[in-house]
């Protein structure tokens, strides 16, 4: 068990700068996910942790110890690949006990930390069986096997159900919540899926074009999102953004109007001045249907998931919002709608795209 | 669409083959007036017929072997059995291939082709040889050139090379390099061991023959299944390495666990491709010896080739081709066999 230190963490090809500096403290037993679109560099920031990618400048610390030029072998990690990388030519018994087959541990301690992996990932039947023989999601088991068996201060994560179909992954997600809870190790946690962060997470690090956006519980980022880009990545379906222009502020709120939309009251953080050109953020999740709302536009487009409809309506300016409607709401398309925010719940962001 | 490959192949391959099948059963030869007759399997008699002949030492009348003044016993000689002797006629024709001496009895290997049977050892020899040495050989030189490295294209194209010229060219390029008087070879050793080195004509020496070239077949082709092995190699999935290089592999390690297991398929292959082409030893043998000194480097093509075209006598050349395309077929079984997939 162990927490993890990045400072100034960074990491460049060349002269192509792929991580600019990440600064990051996960605690012991802390459940982190590194979450962002392709190319943001979680993957390659995951890598440089596990050792299998140079840190270009900055300290990476292990529980006390500084490991930027250990051998992945020495940093007390276990990592968990995408694609499994379990070997083809072992059993499933082998490729669990790799670990220590390689530092030539005798046969009854191997057999008695392999019965413990596979006690704990219920897949004792599993043992003899060659991987050829198992599915994607059997694999995956073997794969967290492994790196049971190591028993590392830090598990990594690295996209571990990316390759498998959809139901599996529901279930594989709420084991490895459970595997977090029974083994209470550090865990990090690589994904592009922001429902995986969500439901996993103690702490989530939103990364984009290898700059940390925000860090904070699924909760903060979802309801406090520090700029415009965690408030569109976190969420689902993604916020709406309307250009605004702010009226006057008062008591923490500010009064914003639009060419679509009547004036809103949202509230902010620090302060506007009037006739300040920002962006409004309003979740779907966070508009209903009203005789008299603000926001007023023609439905163009009813998805019907019966405990929710999901409703896209163009306003005047051929801006489409989309809104989620709780229950199944009798709508049809053409048909003119007013919405209205519930105003606690809005987010106002500055031109640079920062929250005020 | 595939109507003139199967025609081709028919006429070139399929038809040639079956063609040796039947003439192996035949007297034909390349051009004579007499009609072909069937005889049997007189040919492959003729070939492979083996006996073995215990020779007892010479007595005198008190039952005493007769010994010569350095105590060697005396024995009588091969040919008073194998020459038209009416008690021996399974010996008949047959000429000492070798003899091993068990006690005071000196057993006398026969054989009916000496020729052909040095034949079949020298190629087994070959076989035994150039398989395990080039195999290994082109598998180093591929982990060394499976690298991220500057320039490591130009190895790739410099180990490549001999595969592209010509066995001819280069089978007449090391005859100078094997020249007994200024080849580069001799000259090579000369220099490192300041003229210590006796010249040795490579070629010309039955003890050096087979092995100066064995070295350079094995030289030849090694670039070859460098690339073979090079493609095996890039199959592997680099997580796989990175999988290891978390558990904390040593190198031998990770080609035992990771890089050995996943060029099984490889391994299969480059042997059995090996295999074959060595049992097909014929253009070096022709450029460069002709199958001697003293048939130390004679070799089952180079003696199908000398039969059938040399004598002209096509029967006893298909003979040896039919023999050559049943041992490449045993063995190339025999080693699948041996490497199939264990459950």
């Known amino acids: 068990m162990a927490s993890v230190t990045l400072k100034g963490i960074k990491k460049s090809y060349g002269v192509t700068e792929v991580i600019k500096g990440v600064d990051l403290t996960i605690a012991d037993g802390e459940f982190t996910v590194f979450v962002g679109p392709s190319g943001c560099g979680k993957s390659t920031l995951l890598r440089m942790i596990a050792g299998l990618e140079d840190i270009s400048a900055g300290t990476l610390s292990i529980g006390e110890q500084v490991v930027n030029d250990l051998p992945p072998k020495d940093r007390r990690i276990a990592m968990v690949f995408q694609s499994y990388a379990i070997f083809p030519h072992m059993t499933v018994r082998e490729n669990v006990a790799f670990g220590l087959t390689i530092a030539g541990a005798p046969k009854e301690e191997k057999d008695a930390k392999v019965a413990e992996a596979a006690r704990i990932l219920q897949m004792e039947h599993l043992l003899d069986r060659r991987p050829s023989q198992l599915s994607g999601g059997q694999r995956q088991r073997v794969a967290i096997g492994r790196a049971i068996v190591r028993k590392p201060a830090v598990f990594l994560f690295d996209e571990p159900l990316s390759n498998l179909d959809a139901a599996l992954r529901v279930d594989m997600r709420m084991e490895l919540s459970k595997l977090h809870a029974d083994l209470k190790a550090t865990m990090i946690y690589v994904t592009h899926d922001q429902v995986e962060a969500m439901t996993l997470a103690d702490k989530i690090v939103v990364l984009n074009a290898g700059i940390v956006q925000q860090v904070g519980s699924p909760l903060e980022l979802y309801h406090q999102p520090a700029n415009l880009f965690v408030a569109g990545f976190i969420g689902s379906p993604k916020m709406n953004f309307i250009e605004v222009t702010a009226a006057r502020s008062e008591d923490g709120r500010a009064i914003v109007s639009a060419t679509d939309t009547g004036p809103i009251s949202a509230p902010v953080r620090t302060s506007v001045s009037a006739g300040q050109k920002l962006t409004l953020g309003i979740r ?51 048909q003119p709608v007013r919405l209205a925010p519930e105003t606690s719940e809005l987010h106002l962001f500055d031109a640079s795209g920062v929250a005020v | 669409m595939a109507g003139p490959a199967i025609f081709l192949i028919g006429l070139f391959v399929v038809v040639p083959f079956l063609f040796a099948i039947g003439l192996s059963f035949t007297d034909q030869r390349l051009v004579t007036p007499n009609p072909t007759q069937f005889v049997g399997a007189s040919n492959y008699n003729q070939l492979l017929g083996l006996n073995l002949l215990p020779l007892e030492p010479e007595r005198d009348a008190a039952g005493q072997i007769v010994r010569d003044e350095a105590g060697a016993a005396k024995y009588p000689a091969v040919r008073s059995f194998t020459r038209k002797n009416p008690d021996y006629p399974q010996y008949d024709g047959m000429r000492e291939w070798f003899s091993v001496g068990v006690g005071d009895t000196q057993w006398v290997v026969l054989a009916r082709d000496v020729v052909f049977m040095t034949a079949l050892v020298n190629t087994f020899i070959f076989v035994l040889v150039v398989a395990p040495l080039q195999g290994g050989l082109a598998l180093g030189l591929a982990l060394l050139i499976n690298q991220k490295l500057r320039g490591i294209n130009v190895f790739r194209a410099i180990y490549f090379m001999p595969v592209v010229v010509s066995i001819v060219v280069v089978s007449l390029l090391w005859r100078f390099i094997y020249d007994g008087n200024s080849g580069l070879l001799n000259n090579l050793l000369k220099s490192l061991t300041f003229g210590a080195f006796p010249s040795v004509e490579w070629l010309g020496q039955p003890e050096t023959a087979l092995g100066a070239i064995i070295v350079m077949s094995v030289w030849q082709a090694v670039g070859f299944h460098m690339v073979i092995w090079l493609s095996g190699l890039q199959t592997i999935s680099p997580t796989l390495y990175e999988a290891a290089s978390i558990e904390g592999a040593s190198k031998w390690q990770v080609f035992r666990y990771v890089t050995w297991p996943g060029l099984r398929n490889t391994a299969v292959l480059v042997l059995v491709v090996i295999t074959m082409q060595a049992f097909g030893l014929f253009s070096q043998i022709d450029v460069m010896t002709k199958g001697g000194p003293l048939d130390s480097t004679q070799t089952i093509v180079f003696q199908a080739v000398q039969r059938g075209y040399g004598k002209q006598d096509i029967s006893g050349g298909s003979t040896i081709s039919v023999i050559l395309f049943v041992l490449v077929l045993s063995i190339s079984l025999i080693q699948r066999w041996l490497t199939r997939e264990k459950r």
């Open chain 1, 284 to 334: 779907p999740h966070h508009l209903a249907l009203t005789a008299d709302g603000p926001i007023a536009g023609n439905v163009r487009l009813i998805e019907r998931l019966g405990h929710e409809t999901i409703i896209s309506a163009a306003l005047p300016s051929g801006y489409e919002i989309v809104a989620a409607l709780a229950g199944d709401v009798g709508l049809t398309l053409g």
